[in-house]
């Protein structure tokens, strides 16, 4: 079984670097580094994941086109994979609209700009003098000065229906949200697939990852709640209303956003029903947890990305399931 690691950016660096040698020593795939805005920076972090371990790969996950310009994505994927030839993947998505929109930056167009922004990457990151005069971008002649000595694999990170079947058609593979549930995920697929089709690719021709949030405790109540703060964060922007609604829950999405606009973690973990945390993510004993992933592989990922939540010592268990899993 083919398992990542997610990191949020909501503990510190130094805790996500113990995490990190951990997760190269049990033989994990990959670290997706979410890049949330008024946290941990992805970018940065993820040279620091790379230097800090062996073998194991890295993502900063996304990369916005509405915060990164390309040359700047770029520049950096680059600087990482000559650093750490054949362990760096890339993941273009347009990032948490909500936290955009918080810190003052517009995200218009997103299917447009992502299309562009992944051709561009692509560029740059072969070495190619690029002259671009789309809809959204303008490059006059830019070139970089280096250039990966390998190819970079391109997740676009997506939820949407249309972006979905965007990440089908132009990526390499498709990275899923954390709190999706399987029947959503399965959903996602289908429009996955309905973009690979497009142009002449097969489903298999596309890998599909996906955070999949995750507590391990013996005491199962503990290991619920310490899921709920960050489904409340995913779960206070629209574009998740489907995705709850085939978890067969319900959340006040509006109140809930008003609450961690605030950072009130205590309201907003109350809009999040242990129900909800069933449905969404995968909390309990590591046996139980192992058993309720395969939910989520079931729907469809063939890369579940275990974001671990509550204590270090709650996370390091998270991470050690993983051997009992991949034997």
Known sequence: MRVGLCFDGFYSIHEMIELARLA???GMESIWMSDHLCYRDSLTTSMALLANTQRIKVAPAPMSPYSRHPIISAMSIATMEEFAPGRVIASPGTG???????????SPRPLRTMREYVDILR?????????????IFR?????????PSTPIKMYLTAVRPRMLQLGGEIGDGVLLSAG???????QCVGEIKKGAEKVGKS????DVAGFVTASVSENRREAIEANKMFLAYVFRNTHHAENIRLGGGKVDQDALAAAVGKRDWEAAQKFISSDIVHAHSVAGTASECGKQLESFIKGGLNLPVLLPMGTQEARKKAIRMVRELTG
């Open 24 to 26: 190269d020593e049990t």
């Open 139 to 147: 490059i006059h002649g830019a070139k970089m000065g280096f250039v």
């Open 96 to 106: 948490n609209a909500a936290a955009l929109k918080e810190a003052g930056i517009e």
């Open 203 to 206: 489903l298999a021709d596309t």
């Open 180 to 186: 999706c549930a399987p029947a959503y995920i399965a």
């Open 123 to 135: 560029r740059f990151l072969s070495g190619e003098t690029v002259n671009f005069h789309g809809e």
